[in-house]
């Protein structure tokens, strides 16, 4: 795993050991900030804050932080995720734009800021991806008007009432490109 673009493109990052945590493939990452960067729906990265939701390895947010994202926020539950993504975050030398946080995104603390970018990875089949961006929404993670991009496996429901930009497909990995309300 490597980042694909930016001023740390292709810094390796630390790939999980287990099966416990599955990160956006390389080629997704890169197909979904290519999109982002030339789609005139999406917002200027340069500056921005971001969410990185069940954020793994920190890959997304990482990858966003390379592009000039200003800071990014990772989130996760998972103890192994949250040392493997402060060993990313330290291995890259974006601690100062970083926040690391041991929390639900099912049941995430209110937000000290919003933010304009929110990426969602939760675990595929187990319903958690509307559910989860509802939650963020409602606890103030996300900018009104923002863009929420959402990662589900092919056969995952995704029941939000949003506008959607752009929906993709990449092996059994479907990314929703979202308005935020």
Same mark, same amino acid.
């Given at each position: 795993?490597?980042?694909?673009?930016?001023?740390?493109?292709? @810094? #390796?990052?630390? &790939?999980?050991? *287990?099966?416990?945590? =599955?990160? $956006?493939?390389? /080629?997704?990452?890169?197909?979904?900030?290519?999109?982002?960067?030339?789609?005139?729906?999406?917002?200027?990265?340069?500056?921005?804050?971001?969410?990185d939701g069940f954020c793994g390895t920190g890959a997304l947010g990482l990858e966003a932080l390379s592009r000039g994202a200003g800071h990014a926020?990772?989130?996760?539950?998972?103890?192994?995720?949250?040392?493997?993504? @402060? #060993?990313?975050? &330290?291995?890259? *030398?974006?601690?100062? =734009?970083? $926040?690391?946080? /041991?929390?639900?995104?099912?049941?995430?603390?209110?937000?000290?800021?919003?933010?304009?970018?929110?990426?969602?990875?939760?675990?595929?089949?187990?319903?958690?991806?509307?559910?989860?961006?509802?939650?963020?929404?409602?606890?103030?993670?996300?900018?009104?008007?923002?863009?929420?991009?959402?990662?589900?496996?092919?056969?995952?429901?995704?029941?939000?009432?949003?506008?959607?930009?752009?929906?993709?497909?990449?092996?059994?990995?479907?990314?929703?490109?979202?308005?935020?309300?």
């Amino acid at each position: 795993m490597r980042l694909v673009g930016g001023d740390l493109r292709g @810094r #390796r990052l630390e &790939a999980p050991a *287990g099966r416990d945590i =599955r990160p $956006t493939s390389d /080629r997704t990452r890169e197909a979904v900030f290519n999109i982002l960067a030339h789609a005139e729906w999406a917002p200027e990265i340069e500056g921005i804050r971001v969410l990185d939701g069940f954020c793994g390895t920190g890959a997304l947010g990482l990858e966003a932080l390379s592009r000039g994202a200003g800071h990014a926020v990772f989130m996760d539950q998972g103890r192994e995720a949250l040392d493997l993504v @402060r #060993r990313n975050i &330290a291995a890259l *030398g974006v601690g100062d =734009r970083s $926040t690391v946080l /041991r929390a639900d995104a099912l049941r995430p603390p209110r937000a000290q800021a919003p933010c304009p970018l929110v990426f969602l990875d939760p675990p595929y089949g187990q319903g958690m991806a509307s559910k989860s961006l509802t939650a963020l929404m409602e606890r103030g993670w996300c900018v009104s008007g923002g863009l929420a991009v959402v990662e589900t496996g092919l056969e995952d429901p995704f029941e939000l009432d949003l506008e959607r930009f752009d929906e993709r497909v990449y092996g059994d990995t479907r990314v929703y490109f979202l308005r935020i309300t």
